[in-house]
């Protein structure tokens, strides 16, 4: 337990005091999508563990401007659109679209600006050219390349200079005529009927590194205090975006506190498409696991650390949480009267839980325990719970699902599969059966409420 917040630091390696750089206002990033697919899994525990952090550090009293990048334009989408046969832009548009709305349903309400890289194509273009200048960029056949040999500094993040198997391989820009082999593109110069951008300096495209830096130094400055993303984007990715910015400002560190969140395992495997063995959002949530569930699932584990997901753990989970919540729609009726100080003394020992390198599996079994323990009254532990939640965003103060029996449910479920795959006869079906045993389902805009009739 910690009086003061500690974030672990993947650039010193330690757990740090957090102090942000301007007093009362913190800047944070987080790597945002490629847009060119679903959400997978594996990326929602990123955003959703950031979703904590960033509700967490605001309940402390920190004033947060959270900005994700969205990576609009990459081989990867063009590809994609090569593949499906389909303008670079339809596709960008289709997976943006899906993924605001995966965000939406996730809870992920954090956000304050998505950026998208072509918002920034001048911001990009002027990046380029200061490096140009100051002799870190070089130009060969495809494109202007970042010079790895010009900076010293290169590698203190990940500690290393090479790229390693788990690496992001296919994001590596190959070209023969690179002075080193490390060497990244700023500028990509396009190909027949690929996007461009006009420019003095080729006509072209951003590579990937630049666009979050561009972002960044436009909405932030040059320094700013929390950037976080995927353990996976630590090399080359983050590492690229500190040769960029700080060989541009000469100002060091480009960013104070790097937060890297572990990887979602399958089944003990890491979890990757060219194994197929991966689940998108949509997957999971159309075989009627709630969103809730899955932000129970990623609160048992701590953001650093890798988390293995089953089914059994996900149905673990969705148990654990529908028991929470059945809990506190008893202590909601509780007409006992509340010690604010009670719930002050045991908010505060919350606080210093997460503290420690934002504790969220070690906060969320302090709840159980008080829940279970009788040092709070019922109406106090109602309140507390509550609290805890802006934090957690699993709705626990939302009455709908409350003492539905475990069959009503199995049969709730089944029906939203059923209506999320438009097969509107058989949820009807589902609703009857309901109905016959004492429960009345309402669809409302967001969701269902369900009463007894
Ligand atoms: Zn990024």
Request: with cysteine; hydrophobic share 35%; glycine share 6%.
């Amino acid at each position: 337990m910690s009086e003061k917040l500690r974030f672990y630091n993947t650039l010193s390696r330690k757990k740090e005091v957090f102090k942000p750089i301007n007093k009362g206002k913190v800047n944070m990033f987080v790597c945002g999508p490629t847009v060119y697919s679903y959400m997978q899994l594996g990326n929602a525990k990123t955003f959703i563990q950031f979703d904590f952090i960033a509700r967490y550090l605001r309940s402390i009293g920190h004033k947060v401007f959270y900005l994700q990048n969205i990576t609009d334009i990459d081989d990867k989408i063009i590809n994609r659109a090569k593949e499906e046969e389909k303008d670079w832009k339809e596709i960008k548009e289709k997976y943006e679209k899906a993924f605001l709305e995966n965000v939406k349903k996730l809870g992920i309400n954090s956000v304050d600006k998505y950026a998208r890289a072509t918002d920034y194509i001048p911001e990009i273009i002027s990046q380029v050219k200061r490096l140009i200048k100051k002799g870190y960029a070089y130009k060969i056949s495809d494109g202007w390349y970042f010079d790895l040999s010009k900076d010293k500094d290169y590698g203190k993040l990940a500690r290393r200079t090479d790229l390693e198997l788990n690496d992001a391989v296919t994001r590596i820009d190959e070209n023969k005529e690179k002075r080193n082999k490390g060497d990244f593109c700023l500028w990509k110069f396009s190909k027949p009927g690929e996007p461009v951008w006009k420019s003095d300096i080729g006509n072209g495209r951003p590579g990937w590194h630049i666009e979050d830096t561009a972002i960044t130094e436009k909405e932030f400055g040059s320094q700013y205090d929390i950037h976080g993303g995927g353990i996976d984007l630590i090399f080359p990715h983050h590492e690229a975006e500190i040769a960029q910015m700080e060989s541009i400002s000469g100002k060091k560190p480009l960013v104070r506190y790097w937060l890297h969140t572990g990887f979602l395992e399958i089944n003990n495997e890491k979890m990757g498409k060219s194994k197929k063995n991966f689940y998108t959002v949509n997957e999971i949530l159309e075989l009627g696991y709630s969103s809730e569930y899955i932000r129970y699932f990623f609160l048992s584990g701590h953001y650093r650390k890798p988390l293995n997901f089953t089914f059994e753990n996900l149905d673990a989970a969705k148990n654990a949480y529908e028991k929470l919540k059945n809990i506190l729609s008893e202590f909601k009726k509780s007409k006992e009267k509340k010690n604010k100080k009670n719930i002050d003394l045991a908010y505060k020992q919350f606080v210093e839980i997460v503290n420690d390198d934002l504790n969220m599996p070690k906060a969320l079994s302090y709840l159980w325990d008080i829940l279970r323990e009788d040092r709070l009254n019922n109406a106090e532990k109602y309140e507390l719970a509550l609290k805890f939640d802006e934090v957690f965003g699993l709705d626990l103060g939302r009455e709908e699902i409350v003492s539905v029996p475990a069959e009503i449910k199995e049969l709730i479920s089944k029906r939203e599969a059923s209506r999320k795959a438009k097969d509107f006869v058989t949820a009807d079906k589902i609703r009857e059966k309901i109905n016959k045993l004492g429960f009345i389902i309402e669809d409302k805009e967001k969701g269902f409420a369900v009463k007894k009739r």
